[in-house]
């Protein structure tokens, strides 16, 4: 296993952590450290909200999510990651929870826009979007930015046309709070940067 890799994943099923990690590896912004943070913004919604979810789902989904962003082929990527969900579970004694799993990752993407109708469907999407706001969100956009080749006003454009609007896409109460105080951080961030860059009225 990679360096990226953790005890806190003791309960997800080890040869599932062990293939997901050796895909993914350690990119800050959508490897194994994004799946750790998801891990825990999932943890925090299920016990702040009191749901009883089915956590061989939840993990299965969060581990695999996003997967297919660093396979080969072209395709978006939640659902690249949810064939391979397909053909990995089953050989992991998972069989039983394939359409699960596959519904909650496709589900998950801002983009793909599919309505989650799950609980696990529904906590993935809130952490997954969670860890694209704050202080971290912002790390993320800059370093996929860079890795892009995108400049400072295209990442502003990002920002603004997608960031900013996370919170209103949040299932659950707390999700919600806690998405609105992230976002300031990030609405500081981009006032500060659109100023100094010259984009606001003196």
Request: one cysteine or more.
């Amino acid at each position: 296993m990679s360096e990226c890799g953790d005890a806190r994943f003791n309960a997800i099923p080890k040869p599932l952590v062990l293939i997901a990690n050796s895909i993914m590896g350690c990119d800050p912004a959508h490897g194994w450290p994004h799946v750790a943070r998801v891990y825990s913004y999932s943890k925090r919604i299920v016990e702040n909200e009191g749901l009883r979810v089915d956590w061989r789902i939840l993990e299965a989904s969060i581990a695999l999510h996003d997967i297919g962003r660093f396979t080969p082929g072209r395709g978006h990527h939640a659902e690249k990651s949810a064939s391979l969900a397909m053909e990995l579970l089953p050989g992991l004694g998972m069989g039983d929870i394939v359409g699960e799993v596959r519904h909650a990752i496709l589900a998950h993407s801002y983009s793909l826009g599919v309505e989650p109708r799950t609980l696990e469907a529904k906590v993935l999407s809130d952490a997954d979007k969670l860890d694209a706001l704050g202080a971290v969100g912002i790390a993320r956009v800059i370093h996929t930015g860079c890795q892009m080749g995108r400049s400072f006003v295209e990442s502003l454009s990002h920002f603004r046309e997608k960031i900013l609007r996370l919170p209103g896409r949040m299932y659950f109460d707390y999700s919600r709070r806690l998405a609105e105080r992230l976002a300031e951080i990030v609405e500081s961030y981009v006032g500060a940067l659109e100023e100094e860059l010259g984009m606001t009225k003196p």
